[in-house]
């Protein structure tokens, strides 16, 4: 069963804009997971937050957590055409459970 | 260092056939894990193995084997395939730890179609 609700299904942005990504998940975790899926690859790990972390940067990338809302966000800044591509947050539940994917917001970043 | 690699890249099977998906990883990460990824379905969890000798079901177990007998292979078994395996495969492995907690790495997938 999905743990994680991205939303927007999809997004389309201008090159140089910001793009935000958002999760809902249901249950306590013990971190969260960022995951970037370019069309017709793998899934690539962008970044991991802490249940006990409320922000992290990576580059362009910064996510939040909101464990009260049981949420996070991705912003990606400065957004380039090679950002094109679906963005999946997942879950870990508890301590070395298997990762909960989300349905994944697919971005579309034009030039 | 080549990372997670699985094989075949595409496969056709007739109904009824069985075929094994491999994946071996060359990072010494003790968890695997397979994965299908169906349209507007996401990412669903078939099997997963903490170690070698040590296999789970995941959510969506039916009509798939797996076997752990080293560390570094994690092959998935189609026993009777059917068009509903339709899918794309992917495998993933990662450390584990206590109280660490660790990405994983995805092989690039196996395109399945059952005809």
């Known amino acids: 069963s999905q743990q994680g609700e991205e939303d927007p299904q999809a997004l389309s942005i201008q090159e140089g804009e910001n793009a935000t990504m958002n999760c809902s998940y249901k249950t306590s975790i013990n971190n969260l997971q960022w995951y970037r899926q370019n069309s017709g690859r793998g899934l690539v790990h962008l970044i991991l937050i802490r249940s006990n972390e409320r922000e992290k940067h990576s580059g362009r990338l910064r996510v939040t957590l909101d464990t009260s809302k049981k949420s996070s966000s991705l912003l990606i800044t400065a957004s380039r055409a090679a950002d094109t591509a679906s963005y999946f947050c997942a879950t870990e539940n508890s301590g070395n459970t298997p990762l909960v994917f989300g349905k994944g917001t697919r971005l579309s970043v034009i030039a | 260092n080549a990372g997670v690699t699985q094989t075949p890249k595409f496969q056709v099977l007739k109904t009824g056939q069985s075929m094994t998906l491999q994946c071996a990883q060359d990072m010494n990460h003790e968890y695997m894990s397979w994965y299908r990824q169906d349209p507007g379905m996401g990412l669903r969890l078939i099997h997963y193995?903490?170690?070698?000798?040590?296999?789970d079901q995941g959510e969506v177990p039916n009509g798939y084997n797996v076997s752990r007998s080293t560390t570094e292979d994690f092959p998935l078994r189609l026993l009777s395939a059917a068009p509903s395996q339709t899918s794309v495969y992917f495998c993933?492995?990662?450390?584990?730890?206590?109280?660490?907690?660790?990405?994983?790495?995805f092989g690039s997938g196996t395109r399945l179609t059952v005809v």
């Open positions: 193995s903490v170690g070698a000798g040590i296999t």
């Open positions: 993933a492995s990662s450390f584990t730890g206590t109280g660490t907690f660790y990405g994983y790495t």
